[in-house]
């Protein structure tokens, strides 16, 4: 038996290859534009390399802020229009406001507009040409998973809406063998595959590799044993579904591992790395006093807004679970009515009648978090950690989740990588999900998550996207 696998793209290696083939498209056709219009503006050349590399790094860091490098978006053709025209209309600009590290502004302004078309219209066409081939059907990724029945369509839609390249074709149902079963999902229907047909479905339908699910060790009999095993010597991988889904969803599925699982859990060594600390600290100082200069220049008119708009104090004071889980005072300018909690606390949520007209734009905007900044200065909360949550909810959560209070470990900041990935906790199942992206953080806590961390963040202000 050969493996008969198609060509297809990890999540990370999509994510690199636009990159590269952004700047690569950018360049070829400022290559040409010079050759063809007699452009001087920008001139590729060993005496001014750096206008290239910075060229590159304001293309790629402005394409992240622009979420062009988000799968769901780079795959849909209209969506990602929208993010080239921001990313090359903001490249240009800041490209050309900064002379030190790039050429000097040209006499002629016709010069400005062949640089723009170049970079607008190349991103255009590559990134139609991967929105038609290489984010189609040809070079999606095929799996089968081993996992029970009841779990199918849960475990199948986490995957499949994180990475819409990855295409689960079947599935062996570990607690009977029944072909006639079939899962409903968001997008049609996934049928089991018997045990006795794994193999050769997987060699006929260009299967890339095979997730083993099962919680039942005795759903894996000597039966399915030998084929994947088989399937193992003849090349294809074979991997544990807890791998596969922190790897795509960039959250840990604390749902599918044992209560006793932090006993295995390697948090990040950065969390103990003094040096680290120690420059997030000195870089959360500085961040947060601008914040706080910030909100004095925009007092006055968040001033006028409360007065008008929610007719209260202006700042709202409340308690929330720190680090270690000791509790303190955050800092917020109000965004609800008088007096929201008369029946007692409750979840915020998407639609709040108690959120005021002023109080939504101040949450949008996410202006309504400029005074956490003095909780940042103080040491209360970091710039990015786990969301700092009431300790009535605290409490409630981890009575249902077990691992709820293993966010305390660090402390918790303005922004996170629970609030970029996902919308506002509403529900105790909306809790679950932010509990993943949190604890993944902490797992995975280093100087480049947090950079990746801020640049999403920009994006959620830029989008108008606040909670």
Same mark, same amino acid.
């Given at each position: 038996?050969?493996?008969? #696998?198609?060509?297809?793209?990890?999540?990370?290696?999509?994510?690199?290859?636009?990159?590269?083939?952004?700047?690569?498209?950018?360049?070829?056709?400022?290559?040409?534009?010079?050759?063809?219009? #007699?452009?001087?503006?920008?001139?590729?050349?060993?005496?001014?390399?750096?206008?290239?590399?910075?060229?590159?790094?304001?293309?790629?860091?402005?394409?992240?802020?622009f979420e062009m490098y988000h799968l769901q978006v780079a795959s849909n053709q209209y969506q990602v229009i929208k993010s080239i025209v921001?990313?090359?209309?903001?490249?240009?600009?800041?490209?050309?406001?900064?002379?030190?590290?790039?050429?000097?502004?040209?006499?002629?302004?016709?010069?400005?507009?062949?640089?723009?078309?170049?970079?607008?219209?190349?991103?255009?066409?590559?990134?139609?040409?991967?929105?038609?081939?290489?984010?189609?059907?040809?070079?999606?990724?095929?799996?089968?998973?081993?996992?029970?029945?009841?779990?199918?369509?849960?475990?199948?839609?986490?995957?499949?809406?994180?990475?819409?390249?990855?295409?689960?074709?079947?599935?062996?149902?570990?607690?009977?063998?029944?072909?006639?079963?079939?899962?409903?999902?968001?997008?049609?229907?996934?049928?089991?595959?018997?045990?006795?047909?794994?193999?050769?479905?997987?060699?006929?339908?260009?299967?890339?590799?095979?997730?083993?699910?099962?919680?039942?060790?005795?759903?894996?009999?000597?039966?399915?044993?030998?084929?994947?095993?088989?399937?193992?010597?003849?090349?294809?991988?074979?991997?544990?579904?807890?791998?596969?889904?922190?790897?795509?969803?960039?959250?840990?599925?604390?749902?599918?591992?044992?209560?006793?699982?932090?006993?295995?859990?390697?948090?990040?060594?950065?969390?103990?790395?003094?040096?680290?600390?120690?420059?997030?600290?000195?870089?959360?100082?500085?961040?947060?006093?601008?914040?706080?200069?910030?909100?004095i220049i925009l007092l006055p008119f968040i001033l006028i807004g409360n007065l008008i708009g929610n007719r209260g104090n202006l700042f709202?004071?409340?308690?929330?679970?720190?680090?270690?889980?000791?509790?303190?005072?955050?800092?917020?300018?109000?965004?609800?009515? #008088?007096?929201?909690?008369?029946?007692?606390?409750?979840?915020?949520?998407?639609?709040?009648?108690?959120?005021?007209?002023?109080?939504?734009?101040?949450? #949008?905007?996410?202006?309504?978090?400029?005074?956490?900044?003095?909780?940042?200065?103080?040491?209360?909360?970091?710039?990015?950690?786990?969301?700092?949550?009431?300790?009535?909810?605290?409490?409630?959560?981890?009575?249902?989740?077990?691992?709820?209070?293993?966010?305390?470990?660090?402390?918790?900041?303005?922004?996170?990588?629970?609030?970029?990935?996902?919308?506002?906790?509403?529900?105790?199942?909306?809790?679950?999900?932010?509990?993943?992206?949190?604890?993944?953080?902490?797992?995975?806590?280093?100087?480049?998550?947090?950079?990746?961390?801020?640049?999403?963040?920009?994006?959620?202000?830029?989008?108008?996207?606040?909670?």
């Open positions: 038996m050969t493996a008969n #696998k198609k060509i297809h793209f990890e999540v990370s290696e999509r994510k690199v290859l636009l990159r590269i083939f952004d700047v690569i498209s950018v360049l070829l056709a400022l290559y040409f534009v010079g050759r063809i219009f #007699k452009f001087n503006y920008f001139n590729i050349s060993a005496d001014n390399y750096y206008w290239t590399i910075v060229l590159g790094a304001y293309l790629t860091t402005l394409g992240t802020v921001l990313t090359a209309s903001t490249t240009v600009l800041l490209y050309l406001l900064t002379p030190i590290f790039t050429p000097n502004l040209p006499n002629n302004r016709m010069q400005i507009v062949f640089f723009y078309l170049a970079i607008l219209l190349s991103l255009m066409l590559w990134r139609l040409f991967y929105v038609k081939l290489l984010a189609s059907s040809r070079f999606e990724k095929k799996v089968i998973l081993v996992c029970d029945k009841d779990q199918a369509e849960e475990l199948i839609s986490a995957l499949q809406d994180v990475d819409p390249h990855y295409r689960v074709a079947g599935f062996v149902n570990t607690d009977a063998n029944n072909t006639d079963e079939i899962v409903k999902k968001k997008k049609g229907s996934v049928r089991s595959i018997p045990i006795d047909q794994l193999e050769r479905f997987v060699t006929t339908h260009s299967i890339s590799e095979v997730v083993i699910a099962s919680q039942k060790t005795d759903g894996i009999t000597v039966n399915l044993y030998n084929q994947l095993i088989h399937l193992l010597e003849n090349g294809y991988i074979i991997r544990e579904y807890t791998q596969v889904y922190e790897n795509i969803t960039q959250r840990i599925p604390v749902q599918y591992v044992a209560r006793d699982f932090y006993r295995y859990f390697p948090f990040s060594r950065s969390n103990q790395n003094q040096l680290y600390l120690i420059i997030v600290r000195l870089l959360e100082i500085a961040i947060s006093l601008i914040g706080l200069s910030v909100g709202y004071v409340q308690e929330r679970i720190g680090k270690n889980g000791i509790p303190f005072k955050i800092f917020k300018f109000r965004t609800m009515v #008088k007096n929201a909690e008369k029946y007692g606390a409750v979840f915020a949520t998407t639609n709040d009648a108690r959120i005021t007209s002023f109080g939504k734009f101040l949450r #949008k905007a996410r202006l309504d978090e400029f005074p956490q900044f003095f909780n940042v200065l103080k040491g209360d909360m970091a710039v990015i950690g786990p969301r700092p949550e009431r300790p009535v909810f605290v409490s409630e959560i981890a009575e249902v989740m077990p691992f709820y209070e293993t966010r305390h470990v660090i402390k918790p900041g303005l922004t996170g990588w629970a609030q970029v990935n996902y919308s506002y906790g509403e529900t105790i199942d909306d809790s679950l999900i932010k509990l993943q992206y949190d604890l993944y953080y902490i797992k995975h806590r280093s100087i480049f998550l947090d950079i990746n961390i801020m640049l999403k963040t920009l994006s959620t202000v830029l989008f108008y996207r606040g909670q």
